[in-house]
């Protein structure tokens, strides 16, 4: 089945620890994004890639970094700069052509103490 | 720069009943998507209905639909006989500029009452 997959569902690290959320996808989409979700807030774009070796920044990308090596995969890194890190990410990928229809993955609920 | 507005947090309603959600936005661009996504209590984000701006009649999909008034830039959604599994957090959607990325209302959570 084609789609896209993130893990773990659920993540927990201690303050000033960096940590990497996977996002994977099958669907031979170009486009891949990350959005973060708090309550109230909806969600929010924090980069997204187009194309392999190339990614741009969202709206809020302090404290972020990801890569973009390989089509199918866009990993992003939480690091220690981001001051509120607990949240939930959702991973999304899209074709090129038709970047506003995009599918999302199952999310990732990151708890740092 | 585009803006989403979803001016009610949450709403409820009674099963089998009619619900609006209202969802009102700012582009400058002139052609444009518009999008409706349910994230039930999973958390995964569903697609529930489009709209291209460029046409005049209102789409539907089954039990949803929309009251795209592009002069006003509303943008609602309609759910008619609701069901227990409409109970979810609705996002109204549109593309930053062209073909990029998305930006979201903060949402609505629907509550569906049996």
Known sequence: DGGITQSPKYLFRKEGQNVTLSCEQNLNHDAMYWYRQDPGQGLRLIYYSQIVNDFQKGDIAEGYSVSREKKESFPLTVTSAQKNPTAFYLCASSSAIRAYEQYFGPGTRLTVT | ?114
């Open chain 2, 1 to 114: 720069a585009q803006t989403v507005t979803q001016s009610q947090p949450e709403m409820s309603v009674q099963e089998a009943e009619t619900v609006t959600l209202s969802c009102t936005y700012d582009t400058s661009e002139s052609n444009y998507y518009l999008f409706w996504y349910k994230q039930p209590p999973s958390r995964q984000m569903i697609l529930v209905i489009r709209q291209e701006a460029y046409k005049q009649q209102n789409a539907t999909e089954n039990r949803f639909s929309v009251n795209f008034q592009k002069a006003a830039k509303s943008f609602s959604l309609k759910i008619s006989d609701s069901q227990l599994g409409d109970t979810a957090m609705y996002f109204c959607a549109l593309p930053y500029s062209g073909n990029t990325p998305l930006v979201f209302g903060k949402g609505t959570r629907l509550s569906v009452i049996a």
